[in-house]
């Protein structure tokens, strides 16, 4: 399994993990990242990816 490798990707994986796959909402995870002291640049930029991957997995287990 491939696993976050800085302390920024732990925080986004950290989001991605209380994230809803059927409403996934960047803007609230941001704001909880905030809330909790992460980094909120590096959120930004990498939550995206997450929710890509995310969908991508779901889409697959589907067909």
């Keep these: 399994m491939n696993e976050p490798q800085t302390e920024q990707g732990w925080q986004a994986w950290e989001m991605l993990m209380r994230a809803d796959p059927a409403r996934f909402d960047i803007a609230g ?6 809330a909790l002291g992460f980094d909120e640049r590096a959120l930004a ?8 991957g995310m969908r991508e997995g779901i889409s697959s287990e589907l067909e």
């Design 45 to 52: 930029l990498l939550l995206p990816f997450a929710e890509a």
């Design 29 to 34: 995870l941001l704001a909880h990242g905030r």
